[in-house]
């Protein structure tokens, strides 16, 4: 399967615990998005990395949220002191350059679920 | 504002129906746009994109007006298997940080097409 690839698919944590979600892009994809979408709302924009260098991250994202992606090939996204407001489904994405079809494909999401 | 609404709907049509969906945008200075389909619990899927002259796709029409910054699809002959969540996307280029794509979506419009 050469889609983009999220782990885990699903996760259930107690309030307060830290979760890690990876991402794995399409593997000539020099851009990765996160976003989140919350029951009954579209998606929202959370970061976007060009390669290595994250290069925008949205209001949404709290001092207690963070994203990597350190060798500008699979990334990371993780959550401090997880709040029941957190549980959403957290989807990467990953696009190429412009002229190179652009067009932006979504991983399965990976669901958070905090109690 | 939201910068894009559309109609949550449900829209609950027979199958054969024609069933149109509008959306706003209130950022005039954003550059593409899109339809993307999404399923229940399911990542968001690109439907089509969307053309100032139109542009179809089988029984999917879309059609973009520039001037009063609104966006439609047309399905006609709908099948049982078009039940799904349709939103409408807006993307503005971020020329300033380094070209990428953010994608910002409606809350979506929910068809169900019934035997």
């Known amino acids: 399967d050469t889609g983009v690839s999220q782990n885990p698919r699903h996760k259930i944590t107690k309030r307060g615990q830290n979760v890690t979600f990876r991402c794995d892009p399409i593997?000539?994809?020099?851009?990765l998005y996160w976003y989140r979408q919350t029951l009954g709302q579209g998606p929202e924009f959370l970061t976007y990395?060009?390669?290595?260098?994250?290069?925008?991250k949205s209001r949404l994202l709290s001092d207690r949220f963070s994203a990597e992606r350190p060798k500008g090939s699979f990334s990371t996204l993780e959550i401090q002191r997880t709040e029941q407001g957190d549980s959403a489904m957290y989807l990467c994405?990953?696009?190429?350059?412009?002229?190179?079809?652009?067009?932006?494909?979504f991983g399965e999401g990976s669901w958070l679920t905090v109690v | 504002r939201k910068e894009v609404e559309q109609d949550p709907g449900p829209f609950n049509v027979p199958e054969g129906a024609t069933v149109a969906f509008n959306c706003t945008y209130s950022?005039?200075?954003?550059?593409?746009f899109f339809w993307y389909r999404q399923d229940c619990r399911k990542e968001p899927k690109l439907l089509m994109s969307?053309?100032?002259s139109g542009n179809e796709d089988g029984r999917f029409t879309a059609q973009l007006n520039r001037a009063s910054q609104y966006i439609s699809l047309l399905i006609r002959d709908s099948k049982l298997s078009d039940s799904a969540t349709y939103l409408c996307?807006?993307?503005?280029?971020?020329?300033?940080?380094?070209?990428?794509?953010?994608?910002?979506f409606g809350t979506g419009t929910q068809l169900k097409v019934e035997l």
């Open positions: 969307v053309y100032s």
């Open positions: 990395f060009q390669n290595e260098a994250q290069l925008e």
């Open positions: 950022n005039s200075a954003s550059q593409s």
């Open positions: 994405a990953s696009s190429s350059q412009p002229g190179q079809g652009n067009t932006i494909y």
């Open positions: 996307v807006v993307n503005m280029l971020r020329i300033l940080t380094g070209g990428g794509n953010k994608l910002t």
């Open positions: 593997s000539e994809h020099n851009r």
